[in-house]
């Protein structure tokens, strides 16, 4: 997921992964996800 993307480029050591991961979700603005999401829909007829 995002946040937990942002949270590790930002982590020094892997016990601060936890409090940054917090810091991400609550700060996590919808247009962040939009740029970093890797989904990509395809429609499905049928």
Avoid: H, S
């Avoid at 997921?1 to 940054?20: C, D, I, Q, S, Y």
Wanted: net charge positive; with cysteine; hydrophobic share 45%.
């Amino acid at each position: 997921n995002v946040a937990a993307e942002l949270a590790a480029e930002r982590a020094k050591t892997p016990a601060a992964f936890k409090g940054e991961l917090f810091d991400r979700l609550y700060a996590l603005a919808p247009e962040t996800v939009d740029c970093r999401q890797k989904l990509k829909i395809k429609e499905v007829q049928g």
